[in-house]
């Protein structure tokens, strides 16, 4: 993986330049890996709860580098190999949701179901 893409996911205390790419590309790539991702529900959850403003913030960063990882184009698998390519990503995703499930609220969770039930995703 290029180096200039390791400092954007690991970039120290620039969660409003991660924010701000993150709400660029998420939904964009959502659809993308629509059909290689088995807990939705819980990423777009996850999601809700980075833009939260009363999450507290290393609980955001945490979410923040996930997320940005995930939309990021080029990583250790590319996104673009079929079947593999949001494999890396997933992983990642769910060891930083489950170190920071408990602040994903009731309110991000319906937020989410509302969001993909309004979304057309290739599945």
């Known amino acids: 993986m290029d180096e200039a ?3 954007e996911i ?3 205390r620039d969660n409003e330049k991660r924010e701000e790419r993150v709400r ?5 790539t959502l659809k993308k890996a629509a059909r290689q991702v ?3 529900e819980e990423i777009v959850a996850g ?4 833009l939260d403003q009363d999450t507290p913030p290393k609980v955001r960063g945490i979410l923040l ?4 990882y995930f939309v990021l184009p080029i990583d250790i698998l590319p996104d673009f190999i079929f079947g593999l390519g949001f494999t890396d990503d ?6 930083a949701l489950n170190a920071v499930r408990s602040h994903v609220t009731p309110a991000h969770r319906i937020a989410a ?3 993909l039930d309004e979304t057309d995703l290739e599945t």
């Open 5 to 7: 893409k390791i400092g």
């Open 10 to 12: 690991l970039e120290p």
């Open 24 to 28: 660029e590309r998420f939904w964009s």
């Open 38 to 40: 088995p807990f939705m």
């Open 47 to 50: 999601y809700y709860c980075a």
């Open 65 to 68: 580098a996930a997320l940005a």
């Open 90 to 95: 997933m992983a990642v995703l769910a060891a």
């Open 113 to 115: 179901r509302r969001a």
